[in-house]
């Protein structure tokens, strides 16, 4: 069995509402759909979601790297051959890390539709299900409170508020939220890097009451020391997110206590394969991890939860990056059920028709 064809589709995804983060704001999303086809008549499926700040990528340069690289390195090759693909291209270009996580994902679902399984159990199998958060992005107070109140009536328990625009309003709507939703919200926040050391220690001194669970990279991606003097100087979990992009970045920061946690978005790091080593040096570290998503239509967010479910040390999810999306096709590769994320039981990812 050799790799046959090699098909691709871009995705222009519509957001309901759009939304916006410390550095930006969102309005719709590029995905691109890769599909390779065996000369038996199998067929994985990958999923490419760039993001000019997070992977330095357009859907342009994905495409570009699919007919340039990808067709002339996989056409007629053996498709179980993953890890020396994976190391050719990234040698080839290593800043193309959601073009590596598209292709390392679509031959993960080729394995695993070859020995008949989802993905999940051909990774490992730890749990079937894991709960995932449900995040709300800089908006207006009435808005915030609004939107918190819709997922809750949705069934969601865990949201993750974004902030680091202003540390003053962040901590009111953090009170506003635990008073409207009461005790039984788990209340995360991710600065994503807008507050200096300073900011940082303020939030959480100032929400102590308000029980936060994790705070999620408050300081600049590259400045190392700045996060681990908030590590250092507060008492909730500190997460990494835009600070974990590969191993090497995982490593730096355990071995310099710069980090509580980590986020692993297969996308940011390249791949399914990276994302597993990457969680074997937090595991060694003893760093708890999360697995996160960019903007990524559901067969993204698919590749996200089967990883998440076959390892013991994933405790946190947040994949929720689908659900603003009013085009998604591969919408039912999963089931959300009061805010619990499971995948349908169909080999690979699950069952595509496209």
Known sequence: MTIDKIEFIRLDLKMKSGYT?????????????????TTDGLTGWGCAAPDETITHESAEDVIANIEHLIIPQLKGQDPFQMVRFHEELKAKNPLMRSTLAMVNMALYDLMARRARLPLYQLLGGYRKKIQTSITIGIETMDETLRLAREFWQEGFRIL?????????????????????LGPELTLRFDANQGYSIAQSVQFVEQTKEAKIEILEQPT??????????????????????????????????????????????????????????????????GMEVMVGCLDECALGIAAGLHFALSRPNV????????????????????????????PTEEIGLGKINL
């Open 220 to 285: 600049p991606y590259g400045e190392d020391e700045a996060m681990r003097k908030v590590v250092n100087s507060v008492e909730i979990p500190v997460m990494a997110d835009e600070s974990i992009r590969s191993l090497n970045d995982v490593f730096r920061l355990s071995k310099n206590d710069s980090s509580d946690m980590i986020n692993i978005k297969i996308m940011k790091v390249g791949g399914l394969t990276e994302a597993q080593h990457i969680n074997s040096v937090a595991k060694a570290a």
């Open 21 to 37: 983060i410390a550095y930006e704001s969102i309005d719709h999303a590029d995905n691109v759909i890769l599909k390779i086809t």
């Open 315 to 342: 405790e946190y999810a947040d994949l929720d990056g689908h659900l603003d999306f009013t085009n998604d096709p591969f919408a039912s590769l999963f089931t959300i059920q009061d805010g619990w994320i499971a």
């Open 160 to 180: 993750k508020l974004k902030g680091g625009l202003n540390v003053e309003e962040d901590i009111e709507k953090v009170f506003r939220l635990r008073e409207r």
